[in-house]
């Protein structure tokens, strides 16, 4: 008795999966992994994390970049990409009650991010969410101002005291810079292929671009900066044959339409 329910229940569960076999196959069958490959630009808005505090306001910039993503799943990719990007800060002296001075540090970087790529809706548009690590390179960095900030300490009615005035000539210690970046934005398919994509990011950096020991005046002065960028992306055979490749339900292999 035993045995015939088993063989019973055994049956139902096979014809089950003959059923749910071709369905699942043709669900993961759907969507075939690509890669595409554009280009970025856009602006940012660049300021540090000072500790001791900095009397700074945001100060703008430029960033511009070639950009690959790639997608295995439905909602899932990666991105990574090359930048050129403008960082850094703008003092603020209309706090201090001297607005004639002005000072503004340019910091560019070589910007590197490889981020996780979550995106849902339509096939003609979609919105996203990306997430992940990024490491930057200094290629120089320039300073705009007003007075001779070597020696601001004799120059007439020049704000001091409780003022932090240490950052204004010192040299950038750290030339590597490493953080967190994450964004969201939307996305336009044209024709399947080509794709536009607009994002906001913000930017945490992690390390610090001045000395940082106990002997030193600053303990933090790291980079943050938010990022308004238009992206172009044009879709590429994923196959070396150039024929899309589809993921059967067998781990071990692969069929090419």
Same mark, same amino acid.
């Given at each position: 008795?035993? =045995?015939?329910?088993?063989?019973? !229940?055994?049956? #139902?569960?096979?014809?089950?999966?003959?059923?749910?076999?071709?369905?699942?196959?043709?669900?993961?069958?759907?969507?075939?992994?690509?890669?595409?490959?554009? &280009?970025?630009? &856009?602006?940012?808005?660049?300021?540090?994390?000072? +500790?001791?505090? *900095?009397? $700074?306001?945001?100060?703008?910039?430029?960033?511009?970049?070639?950009?690959?993503?790639?997608?295995?799943?439905?909602?899932?990719?990666?991105?990574?990409?090359?930048?050129?990007?403008?960082?850094?800060?703008?003092?603020?002296?209309?706090?201090?009650?001297?607005? %004639?001075?002005? @000072? +503004? #540090?340019?910091?560019? @970087?070589?910007?590197?991010?490889?981020?996780?790529?979550?995106?849902? &809706?339509? $096939?003609?548009?979609?919105?996203?969410?990306?997430? =992940?690590? %990024? *490491?930057?390179?200094?290629?120089?960095? +320039?300073?705009?101002?007003?007075?001779? @900030?070597?020696?601001?300490?004799?120059?007439?009615?020049?704000? $001091? =005291?409780?003022?932090?005035?240490?950052?204004?000539?010192?040299?950038?210690?750290?030339?590597?810079?490493?953080?967190?970046?994450? &964004?969201?934005?939307?996305? !336009?398919?044209?024709?399947?292929?080509?794709?536009?994509?607009? %994002?906001?990011?913000?930017?945490?950096?992690?390390?610090?671009?001045?000395?940082?020991?106990?002997?030193?005046?600053?303990?933090?002065? #790291?980079?943050?900066? !938010?990022?308004?960028?238009?992206? @172009?992306?044009?879709?590429?055979?994923?196959?070396?044959? =150039?024929?899309?490749?589809?993921?059967?339900?067998?781990?071990?292999?692969?069929?090419? !339409?």
């Amino acid at each position: 008795m035993a =045995g015939k329910v088993f063989r019973m !229940i055994a049956g #139902r569960v096979l014809v089950a999966l003959a059923l749910l076999l071709p369905v699942s196959v043709m669900a993961q069958r759907e969507y075939s992994p690509n890669f595409s490959i554009g &280009g970025k630009a &856009g602006a940012t808005l660049s300021r540090m994390s000072f +500790s001791p505090e *900095v009397h $700074q306001k945001f100060t703008q910039g430029l960033t511009m970049g070639l950009a690959c993503r790639y997608t295995e799943e439905k909602i899932f990719g990666l991105i990574g990409e090359i930048n050129v990007t403008q960082r850094g800060w703008a003092e603020d002296f209309a706090k201090d009650e001297a607005p %004639e001075f002005s @000072y +503004s #540090r340019t910091l560019t @970087y070589v910007s590197i991010p490889v981020m996780t790529h979550i995106y849902f &809706g339509s $096939q003609k548009f979609r919105g996203f969410f990306n997430l =992940g690590p %990024e *490491v930057g390179f200094l290629l120089g960095s +320039s300073i705009d101002a007003n007075f001779d @900030y070597d020696n601001y300490k004799n120059i007439p009615n020049f704000p $001091q =005291g409780s003022r932090t005035n240490e950052q204004l000539a010192m040299a950038v210690d750290r030339e590597f810079d490493y953080g967190i970046v994450g &964004g969201a934005g939307m996305e !336009i398919v044209i024709k399947r292929r080509h794709s536009i994509m607009l %994002e906001g990011r913000y930017y945490f950096g992690l390390g610090n671009i001045f000395k940082d020991s106990k002997r030193d005046f600053f303990a933090a002065s #790291r980079n943050n900066s !938010i990022e308004i960028s238009l992206k @172009y992306m044009m879709r590429v055979k994923y196959a070396a044959s =150039g024929h899309n490749i589809y993921h059967t339900t067998s781990p071990a292999h692969s069929t090419v !339409i």
